[in-house]
């Protein structure tokens, strides 16, 4: 995936101002994260190994995605400032903690800690 893609004109919102899960022409503004794992059975809070669990996109402006009716993968999730981005390690290193618009389509995963995902088909620096 290049550094820079050309992104898209903004996706259509539900009728209540909501993102649609799996639209591709998606865009968020944010600021790309590392969130940290660690072993939490190690004693020692300032030695022990860290990893990287996930990047997040921290968006400049709450945001909520349309849930559908019946679909238990697709709920109705509001208030979000966080994002976990489906997105190469390397791109996503080279934008930590620089703000950026991404684009790509919306997927759920109730119950982690992240709940709204984007697989990130574009990125641009953004002011």
């Given at each position: 995936m290049a550094a820079c893609l050309a992104l898209a004109s903004p996706a259509a919102a539900s009728e209540e101002g909501c993102l649609a899960y799996g639209d591709p022409t998606t865009l968020l503004t944010g600021m790309i994260y590392a969130v940290e794992a660690f072993d939490e059975a190690e004693g020692d809070t300032v030695q022990r190994e860290r990893e990287i669990d996930y990047y997040a996109l921290i968006l400049s402006?709450?945001?909520?995605?349309?849930?559908?009716?019946?679909?238990?993968?697709k709920p109705e999730l509001r208030n979000l400032t966080v994002v976990r981005l489906d997105i190469p390690v390397e791109v996503a290193k080279a934008a930590l903690q620089r703000k950026v618009m991404v684009q790509g389509p919306l997927a759920a995963e109730p119950g982690a800690d992240a709940p709204l995902v984007m697989k990130v088909a574009g990125m641009t620096g953004a002011r």
């Open positions: 402006e709450r945001v909520c995605a349309a849930g559908v009716p019946g679909d238990p993968n």
